[in-house]
């Protein structure tokens, strides 16, 4: 079926409520393909998106494969104590001819406005496009952190961790009590994995025709190589990539996906051994001078930004470590986070789910 002939029509979701398409949702960046350099992939460039209105409230349609990752993560998340309020939450889901249309709130970057906006598009294709202060950025690395430690506590890893999976709201951004200022969206590579209680860490392991979509410049390198085991820690590294990025207002990047493709099949082709496969995996995510000369964010790189303020050096260049043993769980860097801004005197705190019985519809708090 065509899903643009939906468009004018109504149509009913699983709830039973009905919902009026009124038109085709275009991201915005794809209206800008000619000043983007590399247009960021906002619920994805071939999405099937609309726009709906449901008595008089405008919702987003997108279209999802059946059995997708997506799906499975909203089945599983809604079973936790508290959704997060930085997550864009799934309303309902309509099926027509074999298709499926997710039914998301429609986040607009301004009030009145019939477009969202990422963070990656108000950082780098909006002519008046947002440089955040360093105090900035520790506010919003925190709030990501926060929702990471939500995630992982709940046994989930979000895998394409990027800022063009992160909707902002321009009316809101100042830092009040209640305002939500940003929303997680775009769950379609989120795995749901096991604690390993031993070590407090979500593991996911693979299975055959697994397929991740992930995002160069931001994935981790045991991403890349198709490791047999994905921890939590995977989003640890997309977490470093994002802060030096803001720090440093520098979102080039050099990796090539022919070439890395090339210099990673001698470490991934199936004709090996399954064992020795995953030693030849393990030595290249020792190996931080391969990853580096391949174009990927490594400690040094932190270490040695300008732009780094000296209190984030370190922390940031552990996010970064190749080996995803040597990068710090969440909730470590949530402690180290809290500590940091405690001496800057930054107005936020998380309050650690993890050592701590605090529980509510937020995790965090302004101390402004």
Same mark, same amino acid.
């Given at each position: $079926? +065509?899903?643009?002939?939906?468009?004018?029509?109504?149509?009913?979701?699983? @709830?039973?409520?009905s919902?009026? !398409?009124? /038109?085709?949702?275009?991201?915005?960046?794809?209206?800008?393909?000619?000043?983007?350099?590399?247009p960021?992939?906002?619920?994805?460039?071939?999405?099937?998106?609309?726009?709906?209105?449901?008595?008089?409230?405008?919702v987003l349609l997108?279209?999802?494969?059946d059995?997708?990752?997506?799906?499975?993560?909203?089945e599983?998340?809604?079973?936790?104590?508290?959704?997060?309020?930085?997550?864009?939450?799934?309303?309902?889901?309509?099926?027509?001819?074999?298709?499926k249309?997710?039914?998301?709130?429609?986040?607009?970057?301004?009030?009145?406005?019939?477009?969202s906006?990422? $963070? +990656?598009?108000?950082?780098?294709?909006?002519?008046?496009?947002?440089?955040? @202060?360093?105090?900035?950025?520790? !506010?919003? /690395?925190?709030l990501?952190?926060?929702?990471l430690?939500?995630?992982?506590?709940?046994?989930?890893?979000?895998v394409?961790?990027?800022p063009?999976?992160?909707?902002v709201?321009?009316?809101?951004?100042?830092?009040?009590?209640?305002?939500?200022?940003?929303?997680?969206?775009d769950?379609?590579s989120?795995l749901?994995?096991e604690?390993?209680?031993?070590?407090d860490?979500?593991?996911?392991?693979?299975?055959?025709?697994?397929?991740?979509r992930?995002?160069?410049?931001?994935?981790?390198?045991?991403?890349?190589?198709?490791?047999?085991?994905?921890?939590?820690?995977?989003?640890i590294?997309?977490?470093?990539?994002?802060?030096?990025?803001w720090?440093t207002?520098?979102?080039?990047?050099?990796?090539?996906?022919? /070439?890395?493709?090339?210099?990673?099949?001698?470490?991934?082709?199936?004709?090996?051994?399954i064992?020795?496969?995953?030693?030849?995996k393990?030595?290249?995510?020792?190996?931080?001078?391969?990853?580096?000369?391949?174009?990927?964010?490594?400690?040094?790189?932190?270490?040695?930004?300008?732009?780094?303020?000296?209190?984030?050096?370190?922390?940031?260049?552990s996010?970064?470590?190749?080996?995803?043993?040597?990068?710090?769980?969440?909730?470590?860097l949530v402690?180290n986070?809290?500590?940091?801004?405690?001496i800057?005197?930054v107005?936020?705190?998380?309050?650690?789910?993890?050592?701590?019985?605090?529980?509510?519809?937020?995790?965090?708090h302004?101390?402004m």
């Amino acid at each position: $079926m +065509d899903l643009e002939k939906l468009i004018g029509a109504e149509v009913t979701g699983n @709830s039973g409520r009905s919902y009026n !398409v009124t /038109s085709k949702y275009v991201p915005i960046h794809m209206m800008m393909l000619e000043k983007a350099e590399k247009p960021s992939a906002l619920l994805g460039e071939k999405a099937n998106l609309f726009h709906a209105d449901i008595n008089g409230r405008t919702v987003l349609l997108k279209e999802v494969i059946d059995g997708s990752a997506e799906l499975e993560f909203f089945e599983h998340i809604n079973q936790a104590e508290f959704l997060h309020e930085n997550m864009i939450p799934l309303e309902d889901v309509i099926e027509i001819q074999g298709k499926k249309l997710a039914v998301f709130p429609f986040i607009s970057y301004e009030e009145g406005l019939d477009f969202s906006l990422n $963070m +990656d598009e108000a950082t780098r294709y909006l002519e008046d496009n947002i440089r955040m @202060s360093n105090t900035e950025v520790m !506010v919003f /690395s925190t709030l990501i952190l926060d929702f990471l430690d939500y995630l992982h506590q709940n046994n989930a890893i979000y895998v394409d961790l990027k800022p063009g999976n992160i909707l902002v709201h321009l009316s809101n951004l100042n830092l009040t009590q209640d305002s939500v200022f940003f929303n997680f969206f775009d769950f379609d590579s989120t795995l749901i994995g096991e604690r390993d209680e031993e070590k407090d860490i979500v593991v996911y392991k693979r299975k055959f025709g697994d397929r991740f979509r992930t995002t160069l410049g931001y994935a981790a390198p045991e991403i890349i190589v198709s490791s047999n085991e994905i921890t939590e820690n995977a989003d640890i590294y997309s977490f470093g990539c994002m802060m030096y990025r803001w720090f440093t207002d520098d979102y080039s990047y050099n990796i090539k996906a022919n /070439s890395l493709a090339y210099a990673i099949r001698p470490y991934t082709e199936s004709g090996q051994i399954i064992s020795k496969q995953e030693i030849a995996k393990q030595e290249l995510l020792e190996d931080t001078s391969f990853w580096k000369k391949q174009g990927f964010l490594v400690p040094e790189d932190a270490l040695k930004a300008d732009d780094i303020p000296w209190y984030m050096k370190k922390l940031i260049a552990s996010c970064l470590e190749i080996n995803p043993v040597n990068r710090p769980i969440s909730s470590k860097l949530v402690n180290n986070f809290n500590r940091i801004n405690k001496i800057l005197k930054v107005p936020i705190h998380l309050r650690n789910k993890r050592d701590s019985a605090v529980v509510g519809l937020s995790q965090y708090h302004y101390l402004m």
